[in-house]
């Protein structure tokens, strides 16, 4: 096992979040946040800060930041939910933009879709207001580590 995955087993186990997020670099910058939401699953998310618009005009979050936030949140979910000797790897990232990002808070929860011995598949979602009307939905698929 990895350093890497040792100290994200303890911190999970310890449902330390913040600590969590300390150990993905742009997760940290971007300043998002993990916790969960009343029924027990995963909640991530992205408090305002005026240097997340991209578009000063509407205003409106930077379509990058909504992006690295919910390739972060489905990294972060999937090492969560599985007992893993190693960190798994993107392989594709699949974003859909429905609406502007406006600035304010952004929330996000992951489900995963698939997961066999090889990849895995996870599907985002992201909303501001309420998770009937999502800002984003993404689908990732992670290459797993074959040697466990």
Same mark, same amino acid.
């Given at each position: 096992?990895?350093? &890497?995955?040792?100290? &994200?087993? +303890?911190?999970?186990?310890?449902?330390?979040?913040?600590?969590?997020?300390? /150990?993905? !670099?742009?997760?940290?910058?971007?300043?998002?946040?993990? $916790?969960?939401?009343?029924? $027990?699953? =995963?909640?991530? *998310?992205?408090?305002?800060?005026?240097?997340?618009?991209?578009? *000063?005009? /509407? !205003?409106? /979050?930077? $379509?990058?930041?909504? $992006?690295? &936030?919910?390739?972060? +949140?489905?990294?972060?979910?999937?090492?969560?939910?599985?007992?893993?000797?190693?960190?798994? @790897?993107?392989?594709?990232?699949?974003?859909?933009? =429905?609406? !502007?990002?406006?600035?304010?808070?952004?929330?996000?929860?992951?489900?995963? *879709?698939?997961?066999? @011995?090889?990849?895995?598949?996870?599907?985002?979602?992201?909303?501001?207001?309420? !998770?009937?009307?999502?800002?984003?939905?993404?689908?990732?698929? &992670?290459?797993?580590? *074959?040697?466990?």
């Amino acid at each position: 096992m990895s350093e &890497f995955m040792q100290a &994200f087993s +303890a911190l999970r186990d310890a449902r330390r979040y913040s600590d969590i997020i300390n /150990l993905l !670099p742009y997760a940290r910058f971007m300043g998002a946040t993990l $916790g969960e939401d009343a029924e $027990g699953s =995963l909640l991530f *998310t992205l408090p305002y800060h005026p240097r997340h618009v991209g578009n *000063t005009a /509407l !205003p409106a /979050l930077h $379509g990058g930041l909504i $992006g690295g &936030f919910l390739e972060n +949140a489905a990294l972060i979910h999937l090492m969560w939910n599985r007992d893993s000797l190693e960190t798994p @790897k993107i392989v594709d990232f699949s974003l859909d933009y =429905l609406r !502007p990002g406006r600035p304010q808070t952004l929330f996000a929860r992951c489900t995963i *879709t698939r997961q066999g @011995k090889r990849v895995a598949h996870v599907l985002i979602e992201a909303w501001q207001d309420s !998770p009937e009307n999502p800002v984003a939905v993404a689908r990732a698929h &992670f290459l797993l580590a *074959t040697n466990q």
